[in-house]
């Protein structure tokens, strides 16, 4: 800003929407995602996209020692967030 205030970028967001298309009214899905103030919109078979989220219920590990799927689901995040 002219008076030097900085504002915080907000979080990235991202998610699949639909597009019209003005001329033939055709809905056409589009995956888009927001990083570093740029909009950017992926084509869905292209896009690596998040999982939903998933309850509460099942966000604990399991009682036999092994990975539940609230485990699993942070490493596929993790896994899915790293650069290549």
């Given amino acids: 800003m002219k008076d030097k205030t ?28 927001v990083h570093s103030g740029g909009l950017f919109f992926l084509n869905p078979t292209q896009a690596h996209a998040p999982q939903p989220p998933m309850p509460a219920v099942l966000q604990d590990r399991r009682v036999d020692g092994g990975v539940g799927p609230a485990v699993a689901f942070e490493k596929e995040e993790m896994k899915r967030g790293k650069p290549n």
């Fill in 6 to 33: 900085k504002f915080e970028e907000p979080p990235s967001i991202e998610g699949y929407v639909y597009r019209y298309k003005p001329n033939t009214k055709l809905r056409v899905q589009v995956y888009l995602t």
